[in-house]
């Protein structure tokens, strides 16, 4: 018993220190609800992030199949906490955010997490082969790092370190993308986005979001 203790601590703390999110989602989570969080999401979160988190709008992000403490973390950071440094800017979902307690974002979270990510597909055939290149292997020349490395190859991200990416909208994507770049949105731990962002071009944001959108 005492050994299974001690392993589990090990453990934990190994997690600790792989996890990037880890000392901003509340200490306290533990696993959500996500038939409570479904509930939520059903009065409140459908209007803009569609049914079952399958986003009709490009400009809103689809939830379904995301990282459940990435999505506490969006929702904390949204509303300017813990971290006031660590905001992420943007006055729809401040409301929306405001409005949520710590339980209600990690229940929320669980349940999008639950729930079958969607595939769109790539709609430029003159820019995938671009998009491609820099999502699988990166652009050595100005050291922008493989986007597969951290999000995996299928995009589907490293739940609680790395979000999903495959099937979100173009649009979305490449609007994060410019605002990590700007700094308009800079509550990636360590700048990892920041410092993947500045050094593209507008082309390479739209090849490799327009990419994106299509992988699974
Ligand atoms: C009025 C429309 C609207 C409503 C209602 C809304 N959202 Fe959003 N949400 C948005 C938009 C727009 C964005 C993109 C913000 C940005 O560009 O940074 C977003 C972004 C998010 C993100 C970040 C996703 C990511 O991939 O980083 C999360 C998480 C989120 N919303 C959760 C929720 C939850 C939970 C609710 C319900 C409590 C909700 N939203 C209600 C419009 C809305
Ligand atoms: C070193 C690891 C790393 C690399 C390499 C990386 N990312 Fe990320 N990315 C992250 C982390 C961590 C986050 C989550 C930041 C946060 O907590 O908000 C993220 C978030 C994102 C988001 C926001 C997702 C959302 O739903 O809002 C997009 C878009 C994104 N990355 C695209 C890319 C692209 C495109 C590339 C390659 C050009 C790339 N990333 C390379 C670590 C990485």
Not at 127 to 154: F, K, M, N
């Amino acid at each position: 018993m005492k050994l299974r203790l001690a392993c589990a601590t090990l453990l934990l703390a190994v997690a600790g220190t792989g996890s990037s999110w880890a000392e901003d989602v509340r200490p306290a989570a533990a696993k959500g609800d996500a038939a409570k969080g479904a509930e939520k999401a059903g009065q409140i979160c459908v209007a803009c992030h569609g049914v079952n988190g399958v986003s009709m709008i490009p400009q809103n992000p689809s939830l379904a199949g995301q990282g459940a403490d990435y999505i506490a973390k969006q929702l904390h950071n949204f509303k300017g906490e813990p971290k006031k440094d660590q905001a992420r800017n943007n006055a729809i979902m401040a409301a929306q955010a405001a409005m949520l307690s710590d339980e209600d974002m990690r229940n929320i979270g669980a349940y999008y997490a639950s729930q079958k990510p969607r595939t769109l597909a790539a709609r430029n055939k003159d820019t995938v082969a671009l998009g491609q290149q820099i999502y699988r292997a990166g652009l050595a020349d100005r050291g922008v790092a493989a986007c597969a490395g951290c999000h995996g190859a299928t995009g589907a991200g490293l739940p609680s370190q790395y979000p999903r990416l495959g099937g979100q909208h173009a649009e979305y994507t490449e609007a994060q993308m410019k605002a990590w770049r700007s700094g308009e949105r800079a509550n990636d731990p360590n700048a990892m986005m920041r410092s993947v962002a500045a050094r593209l071009t507008d082309r390479e944001i739209a090849a490799v979001a327009d990419y994106i959108a299509g992988l699974h």
